[in-house]
């Protein structure tokens, strides 16, 4: 038994009977590491993660490997979810060697913790080309032995080019959007929607983006490509045809076979994206996908008492890549009756969804529509709908009835904060009771299990970073709109502050990832990996709180961050697709005070339409709301339900 047997990260205590020497990321480690005069083997992953179990199996379980790791090395094991600070920075310098990146990340340390070699996955032996991790092992003991003072000098110049270099402040103005727009379209697949080729992400930073200009715009060629995304999405592979809820992403370029971990983040995100792609659009197909990731979510994802889980797993085993949510026909005919099996055989089986490791099952997807089902099987197409419906209920409490992949149980602040504030979305534009008071209930268990005076958890014993802090404060605001409780507002305000205090940068703006240097770093990043970054992302609640309180200093911090990244954004186009709703919601948000009792009529009717960037304040309640327009200037206050309806209809 090695050291991780007590550990609270699941991916860590899956290693405990690993026949490797495992430590977790600890000083002890690196102390032994110096007095053995031993280089450190990292290896951080997560337990959602396909290639890590791969890895795990065809490694770390193998005798021959563990035997060499125990001799030749210190092995240190880190779940990336949990100290997302210290595998960013590795990430970083692997990638900066020409080694990509990505998980399971396999970095060789000096037991100063400076990096001087890394990859990814690596299979036990060479294969084609690619060295074998024993092969890499071997030659890594060698050139630390031979080459140590090589070794440190080259591990300390690889940590410095990684410091950020001198900021330089950009301009902020509005017509930076209109090129940001260009861009982003500009990589638009027309064919299979979505941006740019294989491997496929949703990219929700910039799919928010434009839906939030197209709102204001109606620009149809914007919006046809809004719809081709969002659908494109849903149809394919991408979406769980039965469960409800989406894969990490896509591994070709039409959504068609996805990474079958089902991620917090992506789903919040996606979430949103949905909500919003209905409010926008009114099409009944994008609350039915939206219902139905709250749906996965609160059935996989979520704790009776309150909160949301981390994820759930690619895999039952590492042999059987997505097995749990894939199918045969032989499955579909046993499950079926002969009319489900002719329908259902129709809209979810097609040869194009074939897995790659097993050629004979296949991802389901929406091969053929339910018009097209009537027209060639000659079924009235209501009925059609109906064996649909049925069909899928049958396969879904058969697929329940498989082993099922492990939920990573682990709750961490900002995947809690960025679901919250999604479901709060949901009470809002589809009118769904049930989203809010579960949203509520997780904030209220979130803030008392990872809030202290001094500042916020990102987990239990794990001190927070710059995503847990902004993802919170968009919660307590999202849940003081809603209920009008000066408390969430007071709390908003608050953790705010203690961001701007421990995160803020004075020289060039903008937040840094963590509080304190981690590896002698503090790193500033506003690119959407794939989730929105939360610079931008402050930007947004800072002006929100800029309006709602009347205070400049809100408002100086989100034009310093604004600035801080301009010059970069323009460059990047689409991976700085959240930043652009920053730079959008500097120029444009408004607020409305509500002096209305927030369960009023006037209250529901103001949180219901869905306007970008629009932030609510309560005051005193006189039966009225006073809309204020982003330069500061308050229009006449409305009294009436339906003229607050017409005003908020037609915001141009």
């Not at 600070?85 to 990430?91: A, F, G, N, S």
Request: hydrophobic share 40%; net charge negative.
């Amino acid at each position: 038994m090695n050291r991780l047997s007590k550990e609270r990260s699941p991916y860590l205590s899956h290693a405990a009977s690993q026949k490797i020497d495992w430590y977790p990321w600890s000083q002890e480690a690196f102390d032994q590491a110096k007095k053995e005069d031993k280089p450190v083997f990292l290896s951080s992953g997560a337990v959602w993660c396909h290639w890590c179990h791969v890895m795990a199996k065809e490694c770390f379980e193998n005798e021959e490997i563990a035997g060499m790791l125990n001799e030749n090395f210190i092995s240190v094991k880190l779940d990336r979810d949990e100290r997302p600070d210290i595998d960013k920075r590795y990430q970083r310098a692997v990638a900066a060697m020409g080694q990509g990146s990505g998980w399971p990340l396999s970095i060789f340390l000096t037991p100063e913790k400076k990096p001087f070699f890394g990859g990814t996955y690596f299979p036990p032996e060479d294969h084609v080309g690619r060295p074998g991790f024993k092969t890499v092992l071997r030659s890594v003991v060698e050139f630390y032995k031979s080459r140590g003072a090589d070794v440190t000098e080259y591990g300390e110049r690889l940590l410095d080019s990684l410091r950020p270099g001198p900021a330089v402040q950009g301009e902020i103005s509005a017509s930076l959007l209109d090129e940001a727009e260009t861009a982003v379209m500009g990589q638009f697949d027309g064919m299979n929607g979505g941006f740019g080729p294989a491997p496929k992400f949703p990219m929700p930073g910039a799919l928010e983006f434009l839906m939030l200009r197209h709102f204001f715009s109606r620009d149809e060629t914007v919006g046809n490509a809004i719809r081709k995304t969002l659908e494109s999405m849903a149809k394919g592979g991408f979406h769980d045809q039965l469960g409800g809820g989406f894969h990490r992403y896509s591994v070709d370029e039409a959504w068609t076979v996805p990474h079958f971990e089902k991620m917090t983040d992506d789903n919040a995100w996606l979430l949103r994206n949905y909500i919003y792609g209905y409010s926008i659009f009114g099409d009944p197909y994008f609350r039915k996908v939206a219902e139905g990731t709250t749906g996965f979510v609160m059935d996989v994802l979520s704790d009776p008492d309150g909160g949301f889980y981390a994820s759930q797993d690619a895999d039952v085993t590492p042999d059987d890549e997505g097995g749990y949510f894939i199918w045969d026909e032989k499955e579909f005919r046993r499950v079926l009756d002969e009319e489900e099996f002719r329908v259902l055989s129709l809209h979810l089986l097609h040869e194009r969804a074939a897995a790659h490791h097993d050629l004979s099952k296949r991802v389901l997807l929406i091969a053929v529509e339910p018009e097209a089902i009537a027209e060639q099987t000659g079924i009235e197409q209501g009925r059609v709908l109906e064996i649909i419906s049925c069909g899928k209920d049958k396969l879904l409490k058969e697929r329940d009835l498989r082993p099922q992949p492990f939920v990573d149980k682990t709750f961490y602040t900002s995947l809690n904060g960025m679901m919250i504030s999604a479901f709060l979305l949901a009470y809002r534009c589809l009118g769904d009771d049930e989203m809010k008071e579960f949203a509520l209930k997780s904030l209220d268990r979130i803030l008392d299990r990872y809030c202290m005076r001094e500042g916020l958890l990102h987990t239990d014993g794990v001190g927070a970073v710059l995503d847990d802090y902004v993802y919170v404060v968009e919660s307590l605001l999202s849940a003081y709109e809603v209920t009008g409780e000066k408390s969430y507002f007071r709390r908003a305000v608050r953790i705010m502050d203690l961001c701007i205090e421990g995160f803020w940068d004075a020289d060039s703006g903008g937040f840094f990832d963590t509080s304190e240097e981690v590896l002698g770093l503090r790193l500033k990043s506003f690119e959407d990996i794939p989730h929105p970054s939360s610079n931008p992302l402050a930007v947004v609640q800072l002006m929100k709180l800029y309006h709602m309180t009347g205070k400049d200093r809100y408002l100086n911090f989100a034009e310093k961050t604004v600035r801080a990244f301009s010059g970069q954004a323009r460059e990047i186009g689409i991976h700085a697709g959240y930043y652009f709703c920053g730079l959008d919601a500097y120029h444009h948000m408004f607020k409305l005070t509500l002096e209305a009792s927030p369960g009023g009529e006037l209250a529901r009717t103001a949180l219901s339409f869905f306007i970008p960037y629009k932030g609510l304040v309560y005051g005193e309640d006189r039966d009225l709301v006073t809309p204020c327009l982003s330069s500061g200037v308050c229009l006449e206050p409305v009294r009436r339900v339906e003229d607050l309806r017409d005003f908020l209809a037609h915001p141009a």
